[in-house]
């Protein structure tokens, strides 16, 4: 099917006008880094952040660098946005399930991973403390490790450890 010049101009459009505007939101949002984070959900962790040496996932029975960290909770659990920022994109894997992803501004986001009933979408803003969904049951991935939230949190696209920016 071959895509009519008028219809590839359109939807070029609409595509450059959703980009600007998620750009436009995000220069909105300005962490830098020394603001403190809200936890995302009230839980010990299961598994740390762990880039710097390998931690072990019993589910999976390997050791592996783990660029998150695992949050326990309950099935349907809120979990709520560690800070302000607007929502980029919800992505589902098979490892990490449903995962919502907020850019907080000057290159940072966190991701909330292993999510089920999402409550936002992509471009949406969101402040600190608004529910984001809740604590699905775990992927194939996890199973030993019980049910959680996987958080992540990086900057320029590198991991750093999400604990160093909690309260």
């Known amino acids: 099917v071959e895509l ?11 595509a450059s006008n959703y980009a600007s505007s998620m750009d436009e939101l995000i220069v909105k949002y300005s962490y830098d880094g020394e603001q403190s984070l809200a936890w995302p959900l009230n839980g010990d962790i299961v598994l740390p952040y762990s880039m710097d040496t390998t931690v072990y996932y019993a589910t999976l029975k ?7 960290m695992l949050i326990s909770g309950t099935e349907g659990a809120n ?32 991701s ?8 936002v979408s ?3 803003e969101v402040v600190l403390g608004q529910v984001l969904g809740e ?10 490790e019980g ?21």
């Open 4 to 14: 009519l010049p008028a219809e590839t101009e359109e939807t070029a459009s609409v």
């Open 135 to 144: 604590v699905a049951p775990v992927t194939a991935y996890y199973t030993e």
């Open 112 to 119: 909330y991973g292993q999510l089920m009933n999402v409550t």
């Open 62 to 68: 390997t050791y592996k660098c783990n660029p998150g």
């Open 147 to 167: 049910t959680h939230l996987y958080f992540d949190m990086k900057k320029d696209g590198e991991p750093v450890n999400p604990i160093l920016f909690i309260q």
């Open 79 to 110: 979990v709520v946005s560690a800070y302000d920022g607007v929502v980029e994109t919800i992505t589902e894997d098979k490892e990490r399930g449903t995962v919502v992803t907020v850019n907080m501004g000057n290159g940072y986001t966190t």
């Open 122 to 124: 992509e471009g949406e």
